[in-house]
């Protein structure tokens, strides 16, 4: 089962899951920080210190990659590094540290994917409104545009945001992230300010770019899934239809399209008006993507009701949900095997999700940005044995071969995560990753499910037996 050549081959780290030295260097508080410092919002009140210890230990997890025998590593930016306050004065210790490790990732033969925002707000931009706000848009590509200039000329491929779904609606509505709101019309604000600033940081990128010798392929990384309801009954279909809206379509209808659901806004109606939304912030929006990272892990049943449902098997949201206007919808469970997240594992919702994206987007250039699993892995002196995460990813990969064949433009796959992290407001109790970290010791240990991934990408598929 072998993949095309050209093929991108990577894992994904984000940076304050791993890079830990949150106060070293003058890096300004991120809005993380602050949701950890607050009592009960992260297990164990865990923080991100020491995580991996990567902003001392990059060479060493460089290193990680290259003998993966990996081609690219997909690492997100810490705008607060960069900027303390989200704006204005600059930190060149931080723009130090991407220099350098971008410098490393090229000498050892990696291409560097950098994503410039996976969640990490500057405090002091939520302290005026943050997503919330339109001004954030407007520093976002400020900070972009910062970021290019510094690695433009040997950096090609750049994600805008990572997750728009989780930063609006688990930040804004549910409140089970940072930073920690519970309020769904401010939600809805976030969902557009974070699309507008995609778009105004895309601008400025290929603005910053015109003559220069490496044109920037732009993109956005979303974790599109695939939703289904658990009947077909009226209240079922238009649950699904519901959680499809406020899921995926919120974010790919105006990213492709220039435009929100009507059925979205219908469902908000009582909400929200999108009074937000200003002339021309649609077409710089959707101004054309170079590429669409797809961060999958599970697929998701929904129903309209609990009728006929034995209380085992769905999930309610509680007082605070994310789903806004949606709040009766509830996620079913199927009876599937579950990994440690207690989430599904279905490998067809991969491809059902790819096939999507190409029929309704035709000719977007599709990268499995994320896709991995977390288990309870148990150390055996120098190995971990985990064919749990082998067998999750050799059918998603599967799935993904499946998907190419049937003629979607997919060209790349990323495991998430190259390192044990900080698993958000789980803190260190989750582990994602293909290479085990000892968080007392940092000790790197490249996991079973590493080497397996390792010699896929050195074969450029998958072979006979595991």
Not at 7 to 23: D, N, R
Not at 170 to 188: D, I, M, Q, T, W
Not at 224 to 249: F, H, K, V, W, Y
Not at 256 to 280: C, H, K, M, W
Request: hydrophobic share 40%.
């Amino acid at each position: 089962m072998r993949f095309p050549e050209g093929f991108v081959w990577g894992a994904a780290t984000a940076s304050f899951q791993i890079e830990g030295a949150t106060t070293a260097d003058g890096r300004g508080p991120s809005i993380w920080d602050t949701f950890c410092a607050t009592p009960g919002k992260v297990n164990n009140g865990d923080t991100g210190d020491p995580a991996c210890d990567h902003y001392n230990r990059f060479r060493e997890d460089v290193a990680l990659v290259r003998d993966l025998g990996l081609g690219a590593y997909r690492f997100s930016i810490g705008w607060p590094r960069i900027q303390p306050d989200g704006k204005g004065q600059i930190l060149q210790a931080g723009l130090d540290f991407y220099d350098k490790l971008v410098d490393a990732l090229l000498e050892a033969g990696i291409e560097p994917w950098p994503t410039l925002y996976h969640w990490d707000l500057p405090q002091a931009l939520e302290d005026d409104g943050g997503w919330t706000n339109r001004d954030t848009s407007y520093r976002f590509a400020e900070y972009a545009g910062v970021m290019h200039k510094l690695l433009g000329d040997r950096v090609t491929n750049w994600s805008t945001l990572n997750e728009p779904w989780c930063s609006s609606f688990l930040g804004y509505a549910s409140g089970v992230h940072a930073p920690g709101r519970r309020e769904p019309a401010s939600a809805l604000a976030a969902v557009h300010h974070l699309l507008l600033g995609h778009g105004l940081a895309a601008a400025t990128i290929r603005e910053q770019a015109v003559g220069s010798a490496r044109k920037p392929l732009v993109g956005i990384v979303h974790n599109q899934t695939t939703i289904r309801p658990n009947t077909e009954s009226e209240a079922d279909l238009d649950a699904a239809r519901r959680m499809d809206a406020l899921r995926n379509r919120i974010f790919t209808e105006p990213l492709l399209n220039g435009t929100y659901p009507e059925d979205l806004r219908a469902d908000v109606a009582e909400i929200s008006d999108f009074g937000f939304v200003q002339e021309g912030d649609l077409e710089i929006i959707s101004a054309p993507l170079d590429m669409m990272g797809v961060n999958f892990y599970n697929p998701t049943w929904v129903a309209g009701s609990t009728d006929g449902l034995d209380p085992a098997d769905f999930d309610v949201e509680g007082e605070y949900s994310p789903s806004v206007g949606s709040e009766h919808v509830i996620t079913v469970r199927r009876g599937l095997p579950v990994t440690a997240m207690g989430w599904e594992i279905d490998s067809t919702g991969l491809y059902d999700t790819l096939a999507r994206l190409a029929t309704d987007y035709p000719g977007l250039s599709l990268y499995i940005t994320e896709n991995g699993a977390a288990f309870d892995d148990q150390v055996t002196g120098d190995a971990v044995h985990d064919e749990n995460r082998r067998a999750y990813l050799e059918s998603h990969l599967r799935a993904a071969h499946a998907a190419i064949e049937a003629g979607v433009p997919l060209k790349g796959y990323f495991a998430w995560s190259l390192l044990d992290n900080f698993e958000w407001a789980l803190g260190y109790d989750k582990r994602f990753g293909i290479v085990h970290v000892d968080y007392e010791t940092q000790r790197r240990t490249v996991k079973d499910s590493g080497r397996w991934y390792g010699r896929v990408v050195q074969e450029g598929g998958i072979g006979g037996a595991p």
